[in-house]
């Protein structure tokens, strides 16, 4: 569902993202760690189609992103690290408005509706305008978006960095739900803790490279953050 082929973006003369050979499958979440300036999201950008690749291609549900950038598009979602709501509108209004956007055929109001319930938002939070909601609740209106456009790739980058351990958790059980409703799921993130609970198959990035791929189901949380430490100190040495 997802692919890259020998991804790389530069940037003048550094390398941002160096030969990245990935392949997500459908009903899969694979989340990408590393430190600040690994490349995660310069590989979610390039699948976006946000940014150009300098070589090699990204591919979304067989649609090369260079090639026909709308068509990658509409199978995709993207929810940033802060889905940025209209203040001004409620979350219902939001919702519309995206959707709307996004062409979504079934945009009526009592399928929008079912579909932030499903999202988790409280029902005394949907007609309420977002400027007074939390982080938690502008992300769950992302998810809703995902659910009402039935997107088949879920794109995320750092989406709980910031939230509460309860809110963080009711969101990495909204994305296990897309992965068993079959979407392919790409997740940046920092947090070691829920990546292991939520991803099929890890993997950690160092300085534009995917140095390790791992599979979640067999690690121990001890394993895995040795793996990251292990990882981040072949870093350490090769700087030193
Ligand atoms: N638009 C840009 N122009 C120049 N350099 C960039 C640009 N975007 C990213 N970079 C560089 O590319 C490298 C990878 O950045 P990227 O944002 O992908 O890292 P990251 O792993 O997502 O980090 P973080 O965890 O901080 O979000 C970094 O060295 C960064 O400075």
Redesign the pocket.
């Known amino acids: 569902m997802l692919k890259s082929d020998a991804l790389t973006?530069r940037?003048?003369d550094?390398?941002?993202?160096d030969g990245l050979d990935l392949e997500i499958q459908a009903g899969e979440v694979y989340c990408?760690l590393?430190?600040?300036?690994?490349?995660?999201?310069?590989?979610?950008?390039l699948f976006l189609g946000f940014?150009k690749p300098t070589s090699g291609r990204a591919l979304v549900d067989g649609i090369d992103v260079v090639l026909d950038p709308l068509g990658a598009r509409r199978r995709l979602l993207y929810i940033p690290?802060l889905v940025a709501l209209h203040d001004e509108l409620t979350g219902f209004e939001n919702l519309r408005y995206f959707a709307t956007l996004a062409g979504i055929e079934d945009a009526s109001p009592s399928r929008l509706r079912a579909c932030l319930a499903d999202a988790g938002l409280q029902a005394a939070a949907v007609d309420r305008r977002a400027a007074t909601y939390s982080k938690g609740m502008r992300q769950k209106v992302g998810v809703a978006l995902a659910i009402a456009k039935e997107a088949r790739v879920l794109l995320l980058?750092?989406p709980t960095s910031g939230l509460d351990p309860q809110a963080s958790a009711e969101f990495h059980d909204l994305v296990a739900r897309r992965r068993d409703a079959g979407a392919a799921v790409l997740m940046?993130t920092?947090d070691l803790f829920r990546a292991r609970q939520v991803a099929d198959r890890i993997g950690i990035?160092r300085?534009?490279r995917l140095v390790r791929s791992l599979e979640a189901g067999v690690l121990s949380a001890q394993q895995l953050e040795s793996a990251y430490l292990e990882a981040m100190a072949a870093e350490t040495a090769q700087v030193a």
């Open positions: 973006k940037f003048g550094r390398t941002a993202l990408l590393g430190a600040n300036g690994a490349g995660k999201s310069t590989t979610i950008k940014l690290e980058d750092e940046a920092h990035m300085a534009g």
